[in-house]
């Protein structure tokens, strides 16, 4: 019955729940959020998780696109796609119903997942900007509308460059995993420009081209951070949207200062100083 009362489903709910479990930082942003957005948002978060995991879950890349199309039949409303049975799938359709998300938005983040599942490199900037625009950055998006329609479209400058920062942190974060399996985010032109190509970076030997690479790819993340502060003071009826974002620019300057050790991980910051960054912003209202 509480959770009725404050507009949060038991879908939703079950969302949240398991935000708390495998994300803790976007569990905590939904907390800092109003109590009636919690279970909507956790719905987006937990959706965001479903199709970014698709590589760890299939051996083979059909399997994979197989998951990412029953999403976009379920997003489409095609009789192939049935939420019933799939809490997450069931609390993302009731958040688009009540918050009248846009269903193409959605689609195209599961679009670009697409990517994930193959070991194609990224050929430039303007790639990489692309892919996060249509999952990072929609995210924020997406979360700015549940959280207030009116004031969403304010915010749409500082999403995008905080989505392209938030996505740079993540890869980099993830490092050591894409370097095992030969998957690489780095765009080929930033290797280009320090004397490296896919091979080369992949294989870890060259320390020096390689921190020039990490540092220039970092760089490219701090870059569109301040474009999204320079983009204004966020209202503050949004900024929930934005607190997962507020925590890559420690990721960013770690990465950008170690360079070439970023190859062992390391870079997220203990759990107590990301909380304090996200209650930070939720007091200033700047990324």
């Known amino acids: 019955m509480a959770a009725a009362s404050s507009g949060q489903t038991d879908n939703g709910t079950h969302c949240l729940s398991m935000l708390r479990e495998t994300d803790r930082d976007r569990y905590l942003a939904c907390l800092l959020s109003p109590e009636e ?56 359709m009731e958040t688009v119903e009540r918050y009248r998300l846009p269903k193409q938005t959605l689609i195209a983040m599961t679009e670009a997942r697409i990517f994930d599942l193959y070991d194609d490199p990224l050929p430039d900037r303007n790639a990489l900007e692309g892919y996060a625009g249509e999952t990072a950055s929609a995210l924020i998006q997406l ?110 300057v770690r990465a950008h200062r170690i360079g070439a050790g970023a190859f062992e991980g390391g870079l997220q910051q203990p759990q107590w100083r990301r909380q304090v960054t996200m209650m930070k912003v939720a007091f200033l209202r700047r990324l």
Request: charged share 20%.
């Open 143 to 252: 979360a700015s509308l549940v959280l207030s329609a009116e004031d969403a479209a304010q915010s749409a400058e500082a999403a995008g460059h905080a989505g392209v920062a938030q996505s740079i942190a993540g890869f980099l974060m993830l490092l050591p995993i894409h370097v095992r399996r030969r998957q690489l985010y780095v765009p080929l032109d930033i290797l280009s420009a320090t004397g490296l190509d896919r091979d080369s970076f992949l294989a870890g030997e060259d320390k020096v081209r390689i921190s020039a690479a990490i540092e220039a790819f970092a760089g490219l993340g701090l870059e569109h951070l301040q474009k999204a502060r320079r983009a204004g003071r966020l209202a503050a009826s949004v900024s929930p949207a934005f607190f997962p974002a507020s925590l890559s620019e420690a990721v960013l």
């Open 37 to 92: 957005k919690r279970g909507a948002l956790a719905s987006l978060y937990a959706f965001n998780a479903e199709i970014a995991r698709v590589r760890d879950v299939v051996r083979e890349a059909l399997p994979g696109e197989i998951r990412l199309q029953w999403w976009r039949d379920l997003i489409d409303g095609n009789a192939s796609g049935e939420s019933s049975g799939n809490p997450v799938a069931a609390a993302l």
